[in-house]
């Protein structure tokens, strides 16, 4: 069975795969709906070390779809620019990132994560995505196979 827009998701109880478009605008609209209903979203800037995942966006595109597949049906995760990834995760604190992380990253090794989320650490979508972005950027400066979510 199709679902609707052509998404499927990638195995049962797994997540989305999208592009960065959709998931600006998935993150924008899911924000909304988290304010009117009371619940946290929380998003991952991850990124693998060129040396650990190859070389290219086909080798981003396959840890992604490794990744979706062990995320809630609920999830999603789009490959950006330079290879780096990003998890939208549905009615996930920041107190539940690490153990996520850890449960995505355990055959994984030369990895760097960072994490903001809704309405803890950000109200809006560029707040959080750039949040993520300096958290993984930081996590990367300071020797990797770590995540460090904003505060």
Sequence with gaps: MTEPCGLEPLSAGGGWMIDESLFRLLLDLE??????????????????????????????????????????????????TEGRLFFLLIDAETTHLPTIVERLTTHLSGWSAGGSSYPRTAARAEDMLGQAAAMLTRAREEGGNRLYVAS
Aim: glycine share 4%; hydrophobic share 50%.
């Design 31 to 80: 924000i909304h709906k988290a304010q009117r209903l009371r619940y946290s979203v929380s998003i991952v800037c991850f990124t693998m070390e060129s040396s650990a995942a190859g070389d290219g966006e086909a080798s981003a595109a396959s840890i992604a779809e490794n990744i979706a597949r062990r995320l809630r049906v609920t999830d999603a995760v789009a490959v950006w």
